[in-house]
């Protein structure tokens, strides 16, 4: 079945960026039939997706508007993973991050979107100087 | 953006009893060409992340107990749990998927 296995720090300072990596194992970053998305998790924000990446013959990502100017998520083939980076981060950024998968766009019901399963264990990244 | 909110924000209930949450959107998530709904309902438990349970709102994912059903449409959704496990004490979250997702603010499960 599909794991996700997250990665990377849990401190981070003001206006540095957040930076976390997805590993997966029992499918591809490159898989016609998956999208893979970053969702955060926070008391004041509750759950928050933030962004996708797919694949469908060349790269798509989409992106959460509260968050479009300061994310970028890239997949990594080489070695079957995928990144979120988050620029200029505040406190309002302390969050519980995770990626998870999910059908890519029009997978079927010619639905962009849909629900999220599996999902990775979970990275609290803090915000702080 | 559509909104969801839940309700209760939480409840107890006496093992083997019925608990029922309550999930509201802003806007309709029916989609009348194929006459699906796009919602989810998910499982969290502390310190893991949320378990997907139901999609389209009443299709149980594979390896969910039976205990545990979705109903509703439109705008107005219901999670049951039928007879209440111990183990079945978790938040749980309602999401959208018509539109750029978007998830309740959950609703708590606790044993009487």
């Known amino acids: 079945q599909v794991q996700l296995q997250q990665s990377g720090p849990g401190l981070v300072k003001p206006s540095q960026t957040l930076s976390l990596t997805c590993a997966i194992s029992?499918?591809?970053?490159?898989?016609?039939?998956?999208?893979w998305n970053w969702i955060r998790q926070s008391p004041s924000r509750g759950l928050e997706w933030l962004g996708r990446?797919?694949?469908?013959?060349?790269?798509?990502?989409d992106y959460a508007v509260s968050v479009k100017s300061r994310i970028t998520i890239n997949p990594d083939t080489s070695k079957n993973q995928f990144s979120l980076q988050l620029n200029s981060v505040t406190p309002e950024d302390t969050a519980v991050y995770y990626c998870?998968?999910?059908?890519?766009?029009?997978?079927?019901?010619?639905?962009?979107?849909?629900?999220?399963?599996?999902w990775g264990q979970g990275t609290l990244v803090t915000v702080s100087s | 953006d559509i909104v969801m909110t839940q309700s209760p924000d939480s409840l107890a209930v006496s093992l083997g009893e019925r608990a029922t949450i309550n999930c509201k959107s802003s806007?309709?998530?029916?989609?009348?060409?194929?006459?699906?709904?796009?919602l989810a309902w998910y499982q969290q438990k502390p310190g893991q992340p949320p378990k997907l349970l139901i999609y389209w709102a009443s299709t149980r994912e594979s390896g969910v107990p039976d205990r545990f059903s979705g109903s509703g449409s439109g705008t107005d959704f219901t999670l049951t749990i039928s007879s209440l496990q111990a183990e079945d004490v978790a938040v749980y979250y309602c999401?959208?998927?018509?539109?750029?997702?978007?998830f309740g603010p959950g609703t708590k499960v606790d044993i009487k």
């Open positions: 806007q309709s998530v029916l989609y009348s060409s194929n006459n699906k709904n796009y």
């Open positions: 990446t797919y694949y469908r013959s060349k790269w798509y990502n």
């Open positions: 998870a998968r999910g059908p890519p766009p029009f997978y079927m019901y010619s639905s962009s979107w849909y629900w999220f399963d599996p």
């Open positions: 999401q959208q998927y018509y539109s750029t997702p978007s």
């Open positions: 029992g499918d591809s970053v490159s898989s016609n039939s998956a999208a």
